[in-house]
């Protein structure tokens, strides 16, 4: 997604460290699980995620993917000066959680909430906070709310109901998880946050296009496990080695139902166009170098 070629890895590293990678080594040496971080100083260039090692939480494309497109517009989050750089604003804590962010790295003179944030390292004029209500990178809903009644909210109730329920996306979905008939948008945000990292995924692995991990749904019903990774066709999942559906939840995350007790969980990206691209291909090459050497032997019978 960072991936821009206007400086290497190495040239950046030299050229336009700002801090972040001292910051994003210190992270990599103490944690080495999965989770987003969220850079509040002015980026030094557009695949500073790439060259500086870390999860970004902002992303910058030539062309934003339509899931992530439908996401910020659903949930009112502004865009930036370009429609291709996506950043979700401070003040959004309970959207930035959601999404797995678990680091934020910020000036010095930045205030930061000390109840919310905890100064970890410091390295010239840049200070690393851990979020002391990080989740998981995957965790349990138990109860299911209408999307069309949650839009009637404005966006920090929104964000609120988002700490205890979820919603289908597309809003003509059925359930196997229990549906709520009243959505509490003023409940305790902190104990719900905890509640969803009690029960979340654990154990969890990112290799190749693979994210695994294991989950117990204590529950005597369905639940559904978001993973804050956006909704394409092209991710499996499977649960216990079982191919299981992948739903679009809470406007373009990926949701999977998961039935009571401890489960082992892979979520893998599999695009089957791109076999059907890579035999196209190999058609029209193979094409046209039999038309090169037809018009070749031509060539040469006129020479003749």
Same mark, same amino acid.
């Given at each position: 997604?960072?991936?821009?070629?206007?400086?290497?890895?190495?040239? !950046?590293?030299?050229?336009?460290? *700002?801090?972040?990678?001292?910051? $994003? %080594?210190?992270?990599? %040496?103490? *944690?080495?699980?999965?989770?987003?971080?969220?850079?509040?100083?002015?980026?030094?260039?557009?695949?500073?995620?790439?060259?500086?090692?870390?999860?970004?939480?902002?992303?910058?494309? @030539?062309?934003?993917?339509? @899931?992530?497109?439908?996401?910020?517009?659903?949930?009112?989050?502004?865009?930036?000066?370009?429609?291709?750089?996506? *950043?979700?604003?401070?003040?959004?804590?309970?959207?930035?959680?959601?999404?797995? $962010?678990?680091?934020?790295?910020?000036?010095? /003179?930045?205030?930061? *909430?000390?109840?919310?944030?905890?100064?970890?390292?410091?390295?010239?004029?840049?200070?690393?906070?851990?979020? =002391?209500?990080?989740?998981?990178?995957?965790?349990?809903?138990?109860?299911?709310?209408?999307?069309?009644?949650?839009?009637?909210? /404005? +966006?920090?109730?929104?964000?609120?109901?988002?700490?205890?329920?979820?919603?289908?996306?597309?809003?003509?979905? !059925?359930?196997?998880?229990?549906?709520?008939?009243?959505?509490? #948008?003023?409940?305790?945000?902190?104990?719900?946050?905890?509640?969803?990292?009690?029960?979340?995924?654990?154990?969890?692995?990112?290799?190749?296009? #693979?994210? !695994?991990?294991?989950?117990?749904?204590?529950?005597?019903?369905?639940?559904?496990?978001?993973?804050?990774?956006?909704?394409?066709? @092209?991710?499996?999942?499977?649960?216990?080695? =079982?191919?299981?559906?992948? +739903?679009?939840?809470? @406007?373009?995350?990926?949701?999977?139902?998961?039935?009571?007790?401890?489960? =082992?969980?892979?979520?893998?990206? =599999?695009?089957? +166009?791109?076999?059907?691209?890579?035999?196209? !291909?190999?058609?029209?090459?193979?094409?046209?170098?039999?038309?090169?050497?037809?018009?070749?032997?031509?060539?040469?019978? %006129?020479?003749?």
């Amino acid at each position: 997604i960072n991936d821009r070629k206007t400086f290497t890895r190495q040239e !950046s590293k030299v050229y336009l460290n *700002d801090s972040t990678v001292e910051l $994003t %080594q210190y992270m990599n %040496q103490m *944690d080495d699980d999965v989770y987003r971080s969220r850079k509040m100083y002015g980026t030094v260039g557009l695949n500073d995620a790439l060259v500086q090692d870390f999860n970004s939480l902002s992303w910058y494309e @030539s062309v934003v993917p339509l @899931s992530i497109m439908n996401y910020i517009d659903d949930n009112q989050i502004p865009p930036m000066l370009y429609r291709t750089c996506i *950043d979700i604003p401070p003040e959004r804590y309970n959207l930035i959680t959601l999404l797995g $962010t678990r680091y934020l790295m910020a000036h010095k /003179d930045l205030p930061m *909430d000390e109840m919310l944030y905890e100064k970890l390292y410091e390295t010239g004029d840049k200070i690393l906070y851990k979020n =002391k209500y990080a989740l998981d990178f995957g965790y349990l809903y138990f109860k299911e709310m209408d999307k069309n009644v949650l839009m009637t909210y /404005d +966006y920090q109730s929104r964000d609120n109901a988002l700490t205890r329920y979820f919603y289908y996306t597309d809003d003509n979905k !059925s359930s196997e998880v229990p549906k709520v008939s009243e959505i509490n #948008v003023n409940g305790d945000v902190i104990a719900d946050l905890q509640k969803l990292k009690n029960n979340g995924l654990k154990n969890v692995s990112l290799k190749d296009n #693979v994210l !695994s991990g294991e989950v117990d749904n204590s529950s005597s019903n369905a639940a559904m496990l978001c993973i804050p990774i956006f909704y394409e066709d @092209s991710w499996k999942a499977y649960i216990d080695n =079982k191919e299981v559906q992948v +739903y679009n939840i809470n @406007s373009g995350l990926v949701g999977v139902i998961v039935e009571p007790g401890n489960h =082992k969980i892979e979520i893998k990206y =599999k695009n089957d +166009y791109m076999w059907m691209g890579s035999i196209i !291909s190999i058609i029209g090459l193979l094409s046209y170098v039999v038309i090169c050497i037809i018009l070749h032997k031509k060539k040469g019978e %006129q020479n003749d």
